[in-house]
């Protein structure tokens, strides 16, 4: 079964600090992994995916297939980054994502 | 593009009457649809699979009686909540899943309808 794991529920870094945001997961085959933002009061938004290994809002993440994570990395946190960040993995083609239960990030000034 | 709109925003209904949430893909024809509840703080949980002209597939724990799905465009899903009662009070979002590209394989999400049940 497919499985994503966030384990942090919440993280607090100082302005200027570095971010990471684990996500860990679990599947069989070979699955395509997000991170999704919501921001408050805001619908989710995709952040970014492994496949377009780019990098937005300064974020990135890689896919290491060997630890089966998908950590979520900045290297300077800023205030408006403070929202809740989603970690998901969509099996194939047509099928639903599947998501972590989230990690609140606050970036306090 | 590939915005997707959910009426209404929030409602609050009596306990007992049945609430119709919409969801549609405003500027891309959206094959599936996907429908999620989110309890306050928590993640996402996935209650459904909506294919257009067919019926929906529902994930294991969810009354199809109860959240009665319809997908009958290209464009627009439905979800009713039959007979609602408190518990079903939630965060309710649909997501829409664009194939075309260069967004393949995205699915994006609705802003959420607010369900308080007195």
């Known amino acids: 079964a497919q499985r994503v794991t966030q384990p942090e529920k919440l993280l607090s870094v100082f302005k200027g600090a570095p971010v990471e945001l684990k996500c860990n997961y679990s599947?069989?085959?070979?699955?395509?992994l997000f991170w999704y933002v919501q921001y408050s009061r805001q619908r989710l938004q995709l952040l970014l995916r492994?496949?377009s290994r780019e990098s937005i809002k300064g974020f990135t993440a890689d896919l290491n297939k060997g630890e089966t994570s998908f950590h979520l990395k900045k290297p300077f946190a800023q205030e408006e980054d403070s929202a809740m960040y989603y970690c998901?993995?969509?099996?194939?083609?047509?099928?639903?994502?599947?998501f972590g239960k989230g990690t609140r990030l606050s970036v306090i000034a | 593009g590939a915005v997707v709109s959910q009426h209404p925003s929030w409602v609050i209904c009596k306990s007992g009457t049945s609430v119709k949430i919409e969801c549609r893909s405003l500027d891309f024809q959206a094959t599936t649809m996907f429908w999620y509840r989110q309890f306050p703080k928590q993640s996402l949980m996935l209650m459904a699979t909506?294919?257009?002209?067919?019926?929906?597939?529902?994930e294991q724990g969810v009354e199809k009686d109860k959240f009665l799905i319809n997908h009958a465009s290209l464009t627009l899903s439905t979800l009713t909540v039959t007979s609602a009662h408190p518990e079903d009070s939630s965060f309710y979002i649909c997501s829409a899943h664009n194939a075309g590209r260069p967004s393949y394989n995205e699915q994006f999400f609705g802003p959420g309808t607010r369900l308080t049940v007195l």
């Open positions: 909506s294919n257009e002209g067919s019926k929906a597939t529902y």
């Open positions: 599947y069989s085959g070979s699955p395509e």
């Open positions: 998901a993995l969509k099996p194939s083609g047509n099928t639903p994502l599947v």
């Open positions: 492994h496949i």
